[in-house]
């Protein structure tokens, strides 16, 4: 059995979404970003009940 491994990304918003940027946690992309981690995991949690498009992702490896 492998163990999972949770990808953190800001994507472009455009039909390609590339990664603007990648990171293992919340809190690093949070940093990378300049951000408080707490509004980055706000507004993923906010576009999923919503079920809309949202510029930060999960991805599950």
Known sequence: MEAK???YMLISH???ELPLAVADTI???AKMLGKN???ISSIM???RQKSQWCRYIKVDV
């Open 5 to 7: 491994i949770d990808m």
């Open 14 to 16: 455009d039909k390609y």
């Open 27 to 29: 809190n690093e992309l």
């Open 37 to 39: 981690p707490n509004t």
């Open 45 to 47: 949690c906010h576009a």
